[in-house]
C-alpha cells in the first residue's frame, strides 16, 4: 500500500512564482526525502529531512515537516522552466523494517516561461 | 563517475518467456532496491538487498526474483513474464537503507 500521498497530483504556474507541493504519510517515520524525476528518466534525490527536523534548506528548495500530522511540504522558490518534472517523497520507517523505502504517488509540476 | 547502470534500456517481449535485467553499481553500496512505477500509482518497491545474499519483499514482490551474489550487481528476474508486468523498472542503491538512494535510467518493459 502507499505510505506516501502527494497533494496536488499536477501543479501549474508561472516561471518566477513559487511552488508548494504536500506528502502525507501513515507510520512513524525515521526520515522523508523528497526527489525529482524529469520525464522518463530516474529519480534525483533532492533533499532528506529527518524525524527531529521541522525545517531544512537547500538553494530553493525548503522542506517542512510536521511529525504530529504526518506531513511534509516541498516548496520551490522563484520556479524556473527548468523545474518541470514530477516530485515525489518518500518514507523511510522508524521501525526495523528501515530498509523499505515508500514512495509516495507524485506531484507533477509545470512551470510555464 | 558515480551511476548506475540498468540493462536494457527498453524490452519488448512475449508472456512466459524468462527475462532478467541486470543492474550495477560503482560506488561500493549495500543496499540496493527495484522498484516498479506505473501510471497514479507511484513507485512501488518489489525487493530490496542490505546486503551480499541478504534480500527481502518490498510491496509488490509477487512474479519476480532476485539475487545478490556479488555487492555491485542485483539482478531482476520475471521466470514467466505476463503482461501485467509491463511497466517502468527502476533499479537504486544507497550507503544504507535510510540514505538517500541514486537511481538507473529506467528500464521500459513490455510483455505481449
Known amino acids: 500500500s502507499q505510505q506516501g500521498e502527494e497533494d496536488p497530483q499536477a501543479l501549474s504556474i508561472q516561471e518566477g512564482e513559487n511552488a508548494t507541493m504536500n506528502c502525507s504519510y501513515k507510520t512513524s517515520i525515521n526520515n522523508l526525502q523528497w526527489y525529482r524525476q524529469n520525464s522518463g528518466r530516474g529519480l534525483v534525490h533532492l533533499i532528506l529531512?529527518?524525524?527531529?527536523?521541522r525545517e531544512k534548506h537547500s538553494g530553493r528548495l525548503r522542506v517542512t515537516l510536521d511529525t504530529s500530522k504526518k506531513s511534509s511540504s516541498l516548496l520551490i522558490t522563484a520556479s524556473r522552466a527548468a523545474d518541470t518534472a514530477s516530485y515525489f517523497c518518500?518514507?523511510?520507517?522508524?521501525?526495523?523494517?528501515?530498509?523499505?523505502?515508500?514512495f509516495g504517488t507524485g506531484t507533477k509540476l509545470q512551470v510555464i516561461p | 563517475e558515480a551511476q548506475v547502470t540498468q540493462n536494457p534500456r527498453y524490452l519488448i517481449t512475449v508472456t512466459g518467456k524468462k527475462l532478467t535485467v541486470t543492474c550495477s553499481q560503482n560506488?561500493?553500496?549495500?543496499?540496493m532496491s527495484w522498484y516498479r512505477q506505473d501510471p497514479g500509482l507511484g513507485l512501488r518497491q518489489i525487493y530490496y538487498?542490505?546486503?551480499?545474499?541478504?534480500?527481502d519483499k518490498g510491496d509488490v514482490p509477487e512474479g519476480y526474483k532476485v539475487s545478490r551474489k556479488e555487492k555491485r550487481n542485483f539482478p531482476l528476474i520475471l521466470e514467466s513474464p505476463s503482461p501485467n508486468q509491463t511497466s517502468l523498472y527502476f533499479c537504486a542503491s544507497s550507503s544504507q537503507g535510510r540514505q538517500p538512494q541514486h537511481f538507473g535510467d529506467g528500464t521500459r518493459l513490455s510483455i505481449l
Open positions: 538487498s542490505m546486503n551480499v545474499e541478504v534480500t
Open positions: 529531512i529527518r524525524s527531529n527536523e
Open positions: 560506488m561500493n553500496h549495500e543496499y
Open positions: 518518500a518514507t523511510v520507517p522508524n521501525s526495523g523494517g528501515y530498509q523499505k523505502v515508500t
